[in-house]
Nanobody
Framework: QVQLVESGGGLAQAGESLTLSCAAS??????VAWFRQAPGKEREFVAA????????TYSDSVKGRFKISRGTGDTPVYLEMGRLKAEDTAVYYC???????????????????WGQGTQVTVSS
């Protein structure tokens, strides 16, 4: 059973930073993406990284403010969120595809395994 655990959510002021992490119990992750869903809105893609960290991609809304990264071995995948805005408020989900792909994928259809989500609230 694939289990992903997100952590690092919380409350921040606009302009501040938060870092989320996504880990799989006892193993390294493959391709990982972050999605988010705000109240009353559809889930949207945020950022993705492939299995070896050589490919990353971002939504236009977070490009230049957020950074997705991974270490080696069993280290988590991180989403560093900078210059936060009130519109970044959402539940953030990490998802994994268990595939060693060259490119990071942006579609939720590419990710069959999902974490439980972590709330990020940004006050203006």
């Amino acid at each position: 059973q694939v289990q992903l655990v997100e952590s690092g959510g919380g409350l921040a002021q606009a302009g501040e930073s938060l870092t989320l992490s996504c880990a799989a119990s006892g193993r390294s992750t493959y391709g990982v993406a972050w999605f988010r869903q705000a109240p009353g809105k559809e889930r949207e893609f945020v950022a993705a990284i492939n299995w070896n960290g050589r490919s990353t991609t971002y939504s236009d809304s977070v490009k230049g403010r957020f950074k997705i990264s991974r270490g080696t071995g069993d280290t988590p995948v991180y989403l560093e969120m900078g210059r936060l805005k009130a519109e970044d408020t959402a539940v953030y989900y990490c998802a994994e595809n268990l595939r060693a792909l060259i490119e990071a994928k942006t579609s939720s259809n590419e990710y069959p395994y999902w974490g439980q989500g972590t709330q990020v609230t940004v006050s203006s």
